[in-house]
């Protein structure tokens, strides 16, 4: 997975700007837009992440674009365990045998498509503002969201606060923002840290 902020608004010099006009961060908080390049994410990943409506999204297309073989992600927990991993990885190899033999018969890339798993790497542009992008951190930096997004958020995270720290200070999951824990669950590790207070 690579993440990187390709662009942001406002930077520094109109964000100088709007405060000698008198408006806060929280008033502007709507159009401050960060866009973000996401290479590498498998296509699970990706319909997580478009169900955060608030942002625009282009897709690297599997209907023009031929995936090449080994272009897919494997789980962590699948990855610690040879015989696991020796099992994903097989049915990998098969899937993408049998893709390209449709393809060498003459099936177009939008039809074989059909066949590719979750599990394939796709590529991504999002456009997001900020106070979007604050509820998405509150749900997606969670240590009870699913793995892979859980990754996602916090190194676009790591990235915006780079450029705008006054902003994401306190950006992350919904316990660290809020001091509460809506799974209200004590055994999480950041439970003491952040919802206990």
């Known amino acids: ?25 929280q008033e502007w908080l709507k159009h401050a837009t960060f866009t973000f390049s996401i290479e590498g994410i498998s296509r699970s ?3 997580q ?3 955060h409506r608030m942002a625009s999204y282009l897709q690297q297309s599997q209907r023009f674009v031929k995936l090449s073989k080994n272009s897919y992600v494997t789980p962590p927990k699948i990855n610690a365990s040879d015989a ?3 099992t994903y990885d ?10 390209e033999k449709l393809l060498e018969a003459g099936v177009t890339v939008e039809d074989a498509r059909f066949m590719l798993p979750n599990a394939a ?8 503002n900020a106070d979007s992008l604050l509820n998405f951190f509150k749900l997606r ?13 916090n190194e676009m995270l790591k990235e915006v606060k780079r450029v ?18 809506p799974e209200r669950d004590t055994s999480c590790v950041l439970y003491p840290k952040y919802a206990k207070k």
Request: proline share 4%; charged share 25%; aromatic share 8%.
């Open 141 to 153: 930096c969670c240590l009870h969201a699913q793995w892979e997004i859980r990754k996602l958020a």
């Open 45 to 47: 990943c990706s319909h």
């Open 49 to 51: 992440l478009v169900r």
């Open 90 to 99: 097989e049915l990998m190899n098969t899937i993408w045998e049998k893709y």
């Open 164 to 181: 705008a720290p006054s902003i994401f200070a306190n950006a992350g999951p919904w316990c660290k923002t809020l001091c509460v824990c």
């Open 1 to 25: 997975m690579k993440v990187k902020l390709l662009n942001y608004l406002p930077d520094k010099k109109t964000s100088t700007r709007l405060r000698k006009r008198g408006l806060h961060e």
């Open 121 to 128: 790497k796709t590529n991504m542009t999002m456009t997001v």
């Open 84 to 86: 696991a991993r020796k």
